[in-house]
Nanobody, 122 residues
Framework: QVQLVESGGGSVQPGGSLRLSCAAP????????MGWYRQAPGKQRELVAR???????EYAESVKGRFTASRDTAKNTIDLQMNNLQPEDTAVYYC????????????????WGQGTQVTVSS
């Protein structure tokens, strides 16, 4: 059983910072692409950042320069450092893992965390 558990959400003022963490035990980062998604009320879930199996990082245009995604293979966690937060960043943030097909071509697996709330307001 794979369980992804996010933490670090909270409420901050515009311009503030938060650091999210996702515990991903039993997830092999060399086999799974990892990512952070977010979903605001009434909106589709959107990709915020992804980390590939070779530790490449990609970001949504709306967060480039402000957010930094990283992974820690020793702790089996991925993090999202969020700086200069703005009200439009308010959403539930989800950790995501998807099997890359690197080792087994026919195997597929997708996992989601339960989400953590980030609220940015004055």
């Amino acid at each position: 059983q794979v369980q992804l558990v996010e933490s670090g959400g909270g409420s901050v003022q515009p311009g503030g910072s938060l650091r999210l963490s996702c515990a991903a035990p039993r997830v092999d980062f060399s086999a799974y692409n990892m990512g952070w998604y977010r979903q605001a009320p009434g909106k589709q879930r959107e990709l915020v950042a992804r980390i590939t199996t070779v530790d490449e990082r990609e970001y949504a245009e709306s967060v480039k320069g402000r957010f930094t995604a990283s992974r820690d293979t020793a702790k089996n966690t991925i993090d999202l450092q969020m700086n200069n937060l703005q009200p439009e960043d308010t959403a539930v943030y989800y950790c995501h893992a998807e099997y890359s097909g690197r080792y087994q071509k026919s195997y597929s697996a997708i996992y989601w965390g339960q989400g953590t709330q980030v609220t940015v307001s004055s």
